[in-house]
């Protein structure tokens, strides 16, 4: 364990760089959340064919680390092909990835399986400030019945930004 000299550190002092993991943990500790804003288009999803789920620009909050679709673009996301005569439910996530390579911050497919009936995949939502690798928000649910995409679902929480929340819009 650390020192107490070495545990105290002076954020915002002339001079002083704020590292990506400064600035996601200060975003944290305000919005205590994960999930998308209501900014532009609020990264609307949209059933593009059987292959394709288009989401549309906005922002999102993963542990204090924010990912957006740029305004007035989109994002396909492709879909493995279904199975005949089988349900299957797939998630569509904000994925961040720390690894050898550095970090990433990506929208992903977590593939579910096939079946009589729709299960959910399991996600990893590791803590990010206290060692973990990788954590994964689910934005949408796929479901597909057969070969075909049947519905889109919103997961995430929408988070308001701070005077939608404490200041009065008179």
């Given at each position: 364990?650390?020192?107490?000299?070495?545990?105290?550190?002076?954020?915002?002092?002339?001079?002083?760089?704020?590292?990506?993991?400064?600035?996601?943990?200060?975003f944290?500790?305000?919005?205590?959340?994960?999930?998308?804003?209501?900014?532009?288009?609020?990264?609307?999803?949209?059933?593009?064919?059987?292959?394709?789920?288009?989401?549309?620009?906005?922002?999102l909050?993963?542990?204090?680390?924010?990912?957006?679709?740029?305004?007035?673009?989109?994002?396909?996301?492709?879909?493995?092909?279904?199975t005949?005569?089988?349900?299957?439910?797939?998630?569509?996530?904000?994925?961040?990835k720390i690894?050898?390579?550095?970090?990433?911050h990506?929208?992903?497919?977590?593939?579910?399986?096939?079946?009589?009936?729709?299960?959910?995949?399991?996600?990893?939502?590791?803590?990010?400030?206290?060692?973990?690798?990788?954590?994964?928000?689910?934005?949408?649910?796929?479901?597909?019945?057969g070969?075909?995409i049947?519905?889109?679902?919103?997961?995430a929480?929408?988070?308001?930004?701070?005077?939608?929340?404490?200041?009065?819009?008179?």
């Open positions: 364990m650390a020192s107490s000299s070495d545990a105290v550190e002076a954020i915002t002092l002339t001079g002083k760089e704020v590292s990506a993991s400064i600035d996601a943990y200060l944290d500790a305000l919005y205590s959340v994960d999930g998308i804003f209501t900014k532009g288009n609020q990264m609307e999803a949209s059933i593009v064919s059987n292959n394709k789920v288009r989401i549309a620009d906005g922002l909050i993963n542990q204090g680390h924010f990912l957006r679709i740029k305004p007035g673009m989109y994002c396909d996301v492709p879909i493995e092909n279904g005949q005569n089988m349900k299957r439910c797939d998630c569509i996530v904000a994925q961040f690894d050898e390579n550095g970090e990433s990506d929208i992903v497919v977590i593939q579910g399986t096939p079946g009589e009936q729709e299960t959910v995949p399991s996600l990893t939502k590791d803590d990010l400030e206290n060692g973990g690798a990788l954590r994964q928000i689910e934005l949408f649910r796929v479901h597909l019945n070969i075909n049947s519905g889109v679902d919103r997961i929480r929408t988070v308001n930004s701070f005077s939608d929340a404490i200041f009065y819009k008179g």
